[in-house]
């Protein structure tokens, strides 16, 4: 039974961090690519708005790493023992 579980976890700890963090950074570039379709609004630079999407973009991808290589991996290997 044991092993039916640690399966899964292998599957569910390698698999969903990196679809979240993939999907991150495709919602990070549309958040870029709509601060570069709208005119921006008066006193706001505009590419403060797109370096601020940018980090969004840049960020899910690293929570996602840090998730996966940091959180999960070593506790497989503890499960592994």
Known sequence: MCYVFYGL???IGFAYPATLSASGAV???IFV???MALP???GIDP???IGGALAIAL???????????M???PWLG???K
């Open 9 to 11: 976890a292998l599957i």
């Open 27 to 29: 919602l990070g570039a």
């Open 33 to 35: 690519f709509g601060g």
């Open 40 to 42: 921006p609004e008066a």
């Open 47 to 49: 590419m403060a708005k």
């Open 59 to 69: 960020i899910t991808i690293l929570y996602g790493l840090i998730f996966k290589y």
């Open 71 to 73: 959180v999960i991996a």
């Open 78 to 80: 503890c499960r592994k």
